[in-house]
């Protein structure tokens, strides 16, 4: 096994130390494609320098078992450090891949030698795995960090220079609307960015003499969308009494939306107001509302059309939950 360690490895570590020599300063799309030739190298480098760990293991077992964890590592250093040896200034990678490649002659018989050379060996192997694993790891890890900071903010988040500009213009048009403004006029405040302005709209649209009405009327015009939204989510009372204008909206969308969905090319053709008004419909629904017979008309629309087979699936699953 030791033997055959060798050979893999001198095999791979030969032809990853040959592109690494070779390597020129070169425009970067000339290196497109070439982690095809690189990465089956590596694989082999791995797979031999493995075999050799087997066959002769470092003194410790923390730190075999260190090296075992590292392999995924080495495979994917190899694969692109011989890549990196192209460009000005880039001796060091060209020293370091051959370096690399005897690293595993170290590990076998090194100790013959002196006892630091398996050590030596181990930690050059180390070097590709790391810094590779640290470049994988990189972009999760500050997610990850990212969503614990505003974890800990929450509550206290400082609005930036941009959301300060962004409160001052709504409040500065929520000071236009007139004492007197109708349903649809307050509606375009309803998802104001500034919370003040959000909380006073609500609070008149809720005490507004006409709201029923004037939602009914909004969910049946030009823009249903803050009518839908605010329907869904914040509307106090009986949704039920809204079936027939969700109704009409559904089976309006139902009349033009579906043949430009279908001839739309792209991957997730733009849908417009019509996964809102299905999340409403639902919520009418759930309330008593009859607006089934339009919902069940566009899940078998959504059905026959490969692309949205899963909102399908979904809307299906709402509507047998719902009796």
């Known amino acids: 096994m030791l033997w055959l360690g060798y050979?893999?490895?001198?095999?791979?570590?030969?032809?990853?130390?040959?592109?690494?020599?070779?390597?020129r300063p070169t425009r970067g799309e000339n290196l497109v494609g070439s982690h095809r030739i690189t990465g089956p190298m590596a694989l082999l480098f791995t797979l031999g320098t493995l075999l050799v760990l087997l066959a002769a293991p470092l003194p410790h077992t923390a730190a075999n078992v260190a090296m075992y964890v590292a392999m995924p590592g080495l495979a994917v250093g190899m694969t692109f450090l011989p890549l990196a040896a192209y460009g000005h200034d880039t001796w060091p990678i060209k020293l370091l891949v051959p370096l690399i490649a005897a690293s595993p002659a170290a590990l076998g018989h090194g100790a013959a030698v002196h006892a630091a050379l398996p050590w030596l060996g181990a930690?050059?192997?180390?070097?590709?795995?790391v810094g590779s694993t640290g470049m994988l790891l990189r972009y999760?890890?500050?997610r990850l960090r990212g969503q614990f900071v505003r974890l800990l903010r929450r509550g206290s988040h400082e609005p930036s220079e941009w959301e300060r500009?962004?409160?001052a213009y709504h409040r500065e048009q929520w000071q236009k609307?007139?004492?007197?403004?109708d349903v649809g006029t307050l509606l375009a405040h309803a998802r104001s960015l500034a919370p003040d302005v959000r909380a006073a709209c609500h609070e008149r649209l809720a005490a507004?003499?006409?709201l029923?009405?004037?939602?009914?009327?909004?969910l049946v015009g030009d823009d249903p969308s803050n009518a839908l939204w605010y329907l869904q989510?914040?509307?106090q009372g009986d949704r039920s009494t809204f079936a027939a204008p969700v109704a009409a909206l559904l089976a309006q969308l139902r009349a033009t939306l579906p043949d430009r969905m279908r001839h739309d090319d792209h991957p997730h053709p733009w849908t417009g107001d019509l996964m809102p008004a299905l999340e409403c419909g639902l919520e009418v629904l759930r309330a008593g509302g009859g607006v089934r017979a339009e919902l069940e008309a566009w899940q078998r629309e959504l059905a026959s059309q490969p692309k949205f087979a899963r909102s399908a699936k979904q809307l299906a699953r709402w509507l047998a939950k719902i009796r």
């Open 165 to 167: 500009g962004q409160y």
């Open 123 to 129: 930690a050059l192997l180390a070097l590709p795995a």
């Open 208 to 210: 507004h003499p006409e």
């Open 140 to 142: 999760p890890l500050q």
């Open 212 to 218: 029923a009405p004037g939602l009914a009327k909004a």
């Open 7 to 23: 050979l893999l490895c001198g095999l791979a570590g030969a032809a990853l130390t040959l592109m690494a020599a070779a390597g």
């Open 233 to 235: 989510h914040h509307m």
């Open 177 to 181: 609307v007139p004492a007197d403004a």
